[in-house]
Structure formats: C-alpha cells, structure tokens
C-alpha cells in the first residue's frame, strides 16, 4: 500500500539514480494524490503508482524485484503475488503488521511458498527520560581520604574542577535514563523473509 507515499519517498532516495520503485495502491484518491506528489517533488522518473488490489491482481511486475514490502491488512493473501514479482532467486520481502495474528498467517504463507530465511522483529517505540542522579559512594572499607575508593583521580587534569564528584558529601552525580512509566502507542511487527 503507498498509502501517504513517505515511505516510498525514503526508497526512491535508497534506489536512485538507476532503481525504480513500483507502489501499487488499493485506493484510487491515495493512488492519484501520490502520484502528484511524486511529480511535484521531481522523482516520477523514478516510480510508477498503479492503482489494483494486489492480493487479486498482483504487482503488475514478474521477476524483477530486488524486495517488496508488504504494508497492507492481509498481507498472507499476497504472499504468491510478491514471489512471481521478484527476481528468479534471492529477491526479499518484509512485511509490515501491527497484529502478531496477522504475522503468524504471513509466516504460514511464506512457508507454503517456499520462502526461507523467514524471521520477525517487533518494533515498538520507548522514550526514555534523561535525568540527573546523585548516589552515595559506597563505604568498601578504605579511608575517606583515599580519592581512589571513590575512583575519581584528582591528579588527572580533565578531573580538576568536575562537579560530578562531591567527596566531601560522598555522592556521585551522574546521567540516568529510564522508560517513561506509561507508554501510548502500539506495537508492530516487521516479518524478512528470502526467495529460494
């Protein structure tokens, strides 16, 4: 699916000058206003948008394809359709799903077509909050004047003046990062596989 065409934006500046994108589109409005997109940002030499439901009809290409990517609800249904567009041998396929349900009929599918090399990676977005944090330096039983319990070197030059160790406290400051406690958004799932 070309969908609002970014990612095929991003794949045609990764196969350009000589590689050519072929995006098929379910959807007649989204096929045509990214059309006029590609056109309007100068790389229609580079892309063909056509318009079909490619679990019926295909891609429109046969044993050409480097890759195809997948980013539709029923991507199983196009499995067949994805082997006969890529190239005789070693062509790849990714397909993109946000339920593990659908992955595993993809996988099932795959297999059935004699795809190898099949494996899935979830890509799920986590941010993480930066912080400053001070912890106390730990008694392991050397005296307070020994600067090498703390493992800070004041004899080092890029150490002088460092507000990261406050010996006279016994804390060390330093940075911290931890996922926020809630998180909005949603997994997905990214399915490789090669052709025999």
């Known amino acids: 699916g ?3 065409g970014s990612l095929s934006h991003a794949l045609i500046r990764t196969v350009a000058p000589t590689g050519h994108l072929y995006t098929v589109e379910f959807h007649q ?3 045509e206003k990214a059309r006029e997109e590609f056109q309007e940002h100068g790389v229609e ?3 063909t948008v056509t318009n ?3 679990c019926k009809n295909g891609f429109g290409v046969s044993n050409i394809a480097d890759a195809v990517f997948l980013d539709i609800p029923s991507p199983w249904e196009a499995i067949g359709h994805a082997k006969s567009a890529l190239k005789a041998e070693g062509g790849r396929i990714c397909s993109f799903s946000p339920c593990i349900e659908q992955v595993q009929r993809t996988c099932l599918a ?3 077509y004699g795809f190898t090399e099949i ?3 979830e890509i799920l977005l986590r941010v993480y909050n930066v912080r400053t944090i001070s912890l106390q ?3 392991l039983g050397k005296a307070a004047e020994d600067n090498s319990s703390t493992g800070f070197d004041s004899s080092n030059p890029s150490n002088q003046g460092s507000s990261c160790v406050n010996l006279q406290q016994g804390t060390v400051q330093f940075k911290s990062g931890v996922p926020l406690r809630e998180m909005v958004g949603h997994t997905g799932y990214l399915t490789f596989a090669t052709k025999s």
């Open 2 to 4: 070309t969908g609002s």
């Open 29 to 31: 409005q989204r096929a």
């Open 45 to 47: 030499h580079l892309v």
């Open 52 to 54: 079909q439901d490619v």
């Open 110 to 112: 795959m297999e059935e």
């Open 119 to 121: 494996n899935t990676l």
């Open 137 to 139: 330096i730990p008694d």
